[in-house]
Each structure stands twice: as C-alpha cells, then as structure tokens.
C-alpha cells in the first residue's frame, strides 16, 4: 500500500469531517487506508464520520490518551509505504499529497516532509521549526525569524525550491515508514505539542534527512482542539517544552529554561495585573490573559504537577 492516512480527532467533528472529505476528494492515483483515532470525543465526531465514510478505519479511545500515543495506536497498524499524519483541523488542496508522496520517492534519505500550511484567506503560516533551543524558547521567536532568516527560517521567507530544516509542523507531515521502524514510534510522554519536534529530533541524529515543500499547500485551522481550553492547552506546552530539553539538552538548560519562563511569567503576570487595574478589569482579553499567568504559575508553584492540564482528562 502507497500511504496511510492518520487522523487524531478529539472533539472537531465538522472540522474533521472536512478533513476526511478532501481527503477522499482530492488524493487521487495512490493506493491508500484512512485511519482516524478518537480521543473520547463527546460532540458526536465519530457516529457521524462513520456514516459518511465507512471506508475509514476508527479507533475509539473512551478517554483522551494525546497526540503521541493516539498516532502510535494507528502507526502500529498501518500497512502503508509512507504515512501521511494530518491534524483534523487540516483541508488538502487538490494534488498536495501526491507532490509529497512524489518527492519522498525521489529522495530515499528523506525520513519527513512536510508541506506549506496556510491559512483559510491563503495566507501562509509557518510551517517549520528550529529544534527547541534556549535563544528559541526565551527571545521572542518572530524577531529571530525577520533577523537571522537563513539560521531561523519561517513564513517570512520566500521558499520555491524544497528545503532541508530541523523540524516541520505536525499539523501535516509524510513520514517514510522504514524511518519509523528505525527510529521508533513518537514518544508517548509528550501529550501534545513538540511531540514531532522530538521525532524529528530523533530522526536527523539517525541520518535521516527533514524537508519542507513549499508547492506542497494544506489549508490548517490552526488549533481547534487546544482552543476549547487555552489555559489547560498552554500548559501542555510548557509540560512539553521542559520535557525536551530534559530529554535532548541536558539538566543545566533544563533549569535555566524553567528560571528564566518563571521570570517571563511573573512579569507577565505584573504587568497584565497593572492592565486590568487600571482598566477596572473590563477588558476581557487581558482578564482571559491574566487568568492564563495565573493558572500557569500555581502549577510551577506546585513542581510541575501531573494532574493539571489537559492530561487529567
């Protein structure tokens, strides 16, 4: 079999069911399966998805296990050369996949590729990574990309010719399956977030070569999962974050990220605290910002507790 599609929904069933439709509408000439995992979704997503799309293979979770450990579930069955891992809050244009597909067969060293997201008005989003680094992590990561394009690369530049890069977004990315069966699945201790950098990570120390496609375009709508609760999602990331530099960097960057994301917490917390002061808290974007401080320093408060965020569910 050409490819399997992967497909981790919890809780977007139109977005998933848009997914799915582009999916069997436009990915022509390829021998493939579709396989959606189900965290425990309560919206409905997959009674109805079944009904549309019997030639789907579900996997039902009674409760919401993460991205990494969904995506193994279905990674450990699939029967594909390539899999194709797409987020549900992702449309394919017409002929992306194929040009995906086409470039992984042309390049045996490539282990990934990943293709340009965009956003729904065609603008584009930044659709690769540098590996997570203190200069990444603690400055601010736009003004890195606008002054060191070449070391920092991200929608600001103009891309026409496929790129190697350190990482590409996991909202869309084709992976070689005789990569994966070297390298491992994903790693099942990250949640959500950086879960793709870490396998991305892995995969350059094993030899293995990351491009990004720039012809290649995916209409992403970005974050429909971890909106429905930004505060639980936000911590995720955090959770994540001290995750891989514990893993890949070392106990020493590890500790200077957690003091100097505590100091940027703090701050952040004065300062929005001052806001919502003076503007006798009728604001509710800095009140929604606030609360966010807020929640993210009791959880340093407390060392980083397990059973807060999203994990809990």
């Not at 995506?71 to 899999?83: D, I």
């Not at 992306?96 to 086409?102: D, G, I, R, T, Y």
Request: some cysteine.
């Amino acid at each position: 079999m050409d490819l399997s599609v992967i497909i981790v929904n919890w809780n977007t069933k139109e977005f998933l069911l848009q997914c799915l439709e582009s999916v069997y509408q436009f990915v022509k000439g390829l021998e493939m399966e579709v396989i959606v995992v189900d965290n425990g979704s309560i919206d409905g997503s997959i009674a109805v998805a079944k009904e549309r799309f019997p030639a789907t293979t579900f996997i039902e979770n009674q409760i919401n296990l993460g991205f990494a450990k969904a995506n193994n579930q279905a990674l450990s069955l699939s029967k594909g050369k390539y899999f194709l891992l797409l987020n549900p809050d992702t449309q394919v244009k017409e002929g992306a996949v194929e040009k995906l597909f086409s470039f992984m067969e042309g390049h045996a060293e490539a282990g990934m590729v990943g293709a340009q997201l965009l956003n729904s008005d065609g603008s584009k989003q930044n659709s690769v990574a540098n590996f997570p680094s203190l200069a990444t992590e603690l400055l601010n990561k736009s003004l890195l990309r606008w002054l060191f394009q070449k070391k920092f690369p991200g929608k600001e530049r103009n891309y026409s010719e496929p790129v190697k890069v350190d990482s590409v977004i996991g909202a869309c990315m084709m992976v070689r399956a005789t990569a994966v069966k070297e390298v491992g699945l994903l790693d099942e201790d990250y949640f959500l977030f950086l879960e793709e950098t870490d396998w991305d990570y892995r995969m350059k120390r094993a030899g293995w070569e990351i491009y990004h496609l720039p012809r290649a375009e995916i209409y992403h709508f970005q974050g429909k999962s971890a909106e429905k609760d930004k505060r639980r999602a936000k911590l995720e990331y955090y959770r994540s974050r001290y995750r891989f530099f514990k893993k890949n960097r070392g106990s020493l960057q590890w500790f200077i990220l957690h003091i100097g994301l505590v100091t940027r917490l703090w701050m952040g917390l004065i300062f929005r605290g001052i806001f919502c002061f003076f503007t006798l808290f009728t604001i509710e974007k800095w009140r929604k910002k606030l609360s966010i401080y807020i929640y993210l320093l009791i959880w340093h408060l407390r060392f980083c507790p397990e059973g807060m965020g999203l994990k809990k569910d």
